[in-house]
Nanobody
Framework: QLQLAESGGGLVQPGGFLTPSCIVS????????MTWFRQAPGKELEGVAC???????NYAPSVKGRLTISRHTPNNTSYLRMDNLKPEDTAVYYC?????????????????WGQGTQVTVSS
């Protein structure tokens, strides 16, 4: 079964940056689209970014222009570059590998994701 492992979260000041990563235990990442989503305390899951198997990417309006998703097939890893972080970005961030990157980002069909990595934005 597919396994994913996120890392690279942490504590950062407002305006700072982080680049969490997600390693996917597959022979090759080529058949998979990647999705990153988050859950803030007391809030519902929110899809923040996805990248298709080709070059298409999509972002939630709340993060567009500040987050950049990428897929690196040589090392089966997805990255989520997060710039100009805000306190409202504080959440546990998860990644998932599946077939689709839709607009709007759809989490309903995702079946497997990692344990998450905590991102805290605070001064």
């Amino acid at each position: 079964q597919l396994q994913l492992a996120e890392s690279g979260g942490g504590l950062v000041q407002p305006g700072g940056f982080l680049t969490p990563s997600c390693i996917v235990s597959v022979v090759t990442l080529k058949p998979y689209a990647m999705t990153w989503f988050r859950q803030a305390p007391g809030k519902e899951l929110e899809g923040v970014a996805c990248a298709s198997r080709s070059t298409y990417t999509n972002y939630a309006p709340s993060v567009k222009g500040r987050l950049t998703i990428s897929r690196h097939t040589p090392n089966n890893t997805s990255y989520l570059r997060m710039d100009n972080l805000k306190p409202e970005d504080t959440a546990v961030y998860y990644c998932a590998a599946d077939q689709y990157c839709l607009d709007p980002i759809d989490l309903s069909y995702l079946e497997v994701w990692g344990q998450g990595t905590q991102v805290t934005v605070s001064s």
